[in-house]
């Protein structure tokens, strides 16, 4: 019988090339699943700042076409930091002036370890709160049910965040993995989609488990430099939960 042998395997491949792929993939097929629903959530961009010792401080702005987010790290000891982030989310509405928006910030503080000369270990842990709206007015009858109404709620998110990078005075790039528990309160409104009362939905589920895996990379100079980041949201408690599943955030990292 005569066997064909893939290409994949007769030539290696660069592994991070393979990584950044598959970010791509899932981060772009998350914003079209998620593009005609509500959404009741949104990951933020992770600091990710790589701390090497005591007294650096980092300073990170990023964003993209929905958002801006600022970041700010410091490393009070050789094994100890701090984290501050907020960031402001404000989608693109569509033409039937559908849409919604939010903030969020956040702080924590964790434990840093120095593996080798380049190689860096994190794990903080993170609490967080916010706001987020949504709002429908599309009410004309069409092939799927009419959706309307207004909806706001508070969010709450803890969890933990361990950073594994690699850092050069010029380039670095760091996995890290944020796992948390988002909590909604104080949900208010009268929004309807697809016949559901979506206040008494959210109210009635309003606990959920989040696995968010991220990839880093920085590239410039040894004080400044360009960061893209991609990220992953999978809801572990409802893999069907309306919220977005994916993001790249680009923006400038700076040493202090």
Request: aromatic share 12%.
């Amino acid at each position: 019988m005569k066997t064909t042998s893939h290409p994949d395997l007769l030539t290696p491949q660069p592994q991070p090339w393979k990584l950044l792929k598959f970010f791509l993939v899932c981060t772009i097929g998350g914003w079209i699943l998620t593009g005609c629903n509500p959404i009741y959530y949104a990951p933020n961009s992770h600091n990710v700042p790589l701390l090497s010792g005591g007294g650096e401080a980092k300073i990170t702005a990023a964003g993209n076409a929905d958002r801006v987010e600022f970041q700010g790290a410091y490393a009070i000891s050789d094994h100890f930091g701090l984290q501050a982030n907020g960031g402001l989310f404000i989608p693109r509405e569509e033409e039937n002036s559908n849409g919604g928006s939010g903030h969020f910030l956040e702080a924590g503080g964790g434990y840093l370890h120095r593996i080798s000369p380049n190689w860096i270990f994190e794990g903080y842990g993170l609490i967080g709160t916010g706001k987020v709206e949504n709002h429908f007015e599309d009410d004309s009858p069409g092939p799927t049910d009419p959706s309307i109404g207004d909806l706001s709620a508070s969010i709450f998110r803890w969890g933990v965040q361990p950073n594994l990078g690699y850092r050069s005075p010029y380039f670095s790039a760091a996995l890290s993995t944020r796992l948390s528990n988002l909590i909604f309160h104080n949900v208010e409104g009268d929004l309807v989609f697809n016949n559901i009362d979506q206040v008494s939905y959210l109210t009635d589920h309003n606990s959920y488990f989040l696995v968010e895996p991220a990839l880093t990379i920085r590239g410039g100079f040894q004080k400044a430099k360009l960061q893209l980041q991609l990220g992953l949201s999978y809801n572990i408690t409802d893999p069907e939960f309306d919220q977005e599943t994916g993001y790249i955030t680009v923006g400038f990292h700076f040493t202090l």
